[in-house]
């Protein structure tokens, strides 16, 4: 059997890791903590990283959208090159088992790296379907089954989980979920710090009580893994 695939995805502008590094990011350390521990009960797990908030991809262009909507048996190679990068971005999404993203909120929404992202990946006829004479849903879902995202992120403010007097204005885990689910990928787990701005007990026990969810998902994860890929070799 194939390895199994962690797409880990750092967003952060900050480069350091809060806790270590002066005004290191938090997000970077949750996906830190998050693979390390996940490292540490499947060694054998690959991990492909990428790291957008040093290394931005693309955004999408004019150029990128002729390419994408022209057949690629047409594609001439100005074409094939505008597309190079999301078909780079596409290939360790459909290798990916389980994709981690450390996802940063920069007002109210996704850091624009982390959009540009969502854009290289989204593409008509590799990562969903489109045909507008399809009888009732004209688009489909092309991401194979049983993928799974983890979305890690921060804020600097507090109250943006359901009930919160923030939670209206939170378009972080929507501007990831609702592109995801649409390409198929549709089981999502989402853990947040909040304080940054404020600092002090707050942060620090909305810093412990962020890592202690992230073990136990983990744990929890890579149990229900074992266990599948178990069955699957005993049958
Ligand atoms: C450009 C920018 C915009 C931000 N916008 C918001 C915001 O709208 N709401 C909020 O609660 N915090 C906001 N923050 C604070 C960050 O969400 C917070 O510092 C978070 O920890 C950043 O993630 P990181 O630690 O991984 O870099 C913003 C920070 C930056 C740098």
Redesign the pocket.
């Known amino acids: 059997m194939p390895p199994f695939q962690i797409l880990q995805i750092d967003a952060?502008?900050?480069p350091g890791l809060?806790g270590t590094d002066p005004r290191?990011?938090?997000?970077?350390?949750l996906t830190r903590r998050f693979v390390e521990r996940w490292r540490a009960a499947r060694l054998a797990d690959a991990v492909t990283y990428r790291d957008i908030?040093q290394r931005p991809p693309s955004p999408v262009t004019g150029a990128w959208i002729a390419a994408a909507f022209t057949p690629p048996e047409r594609r001439d190679a100005a074409a094939q090159a505008a597309l190079a990068e999301s078909d780079m971005l596409v290939q360790e999404l459909l290798r990916a088992d389980l994709v981690v993203i450390?996802a940063?909120?920069?007002?109210?929404?996704l850091?624009a790296q982390l959009k540009a992202w969502v854009d290289n990946v989204v593409r008509v006829g590799v990562t969903f379907g489109f045909d507008r004479s399809r009888p009732g849903e004209p688009y489909w879902p092309m991401l194979p089954p049983g993928k799974r995202l983890v979305i890690l992120?921060?804020?600097?403010?507090?109250g943006?989980d359901a009930g919160g007097r923030?939670e209206a204005v939170n378009l972080v885990e929507r501007g990831l979920t609702v592109p995801m689910a649409y390409l198929g990928l549709t089981e999502t787990h989402a853990i947040a710090?909040?304080y940054?701005?404020f600092g002090g007990e707050r942060l620090e026990a909305s810093i412990a009580a962020a890592e202690a969810e992230i073990d136990r998902l983990v744990d929890g994860l890579a149990l229900e893994i074992t266990d599948g890929a178990d069955r699957a070799s005993a049958a």
């Open positions: 952060s502008a900050r809060s290191g990011s938090h997000t970077r350390r908030g450390g940063p909120m920069y007002n109210f929404g850091p992120s921060s804020r600097g403010d507090y943006y923030l710090i909040e940054d701005e």
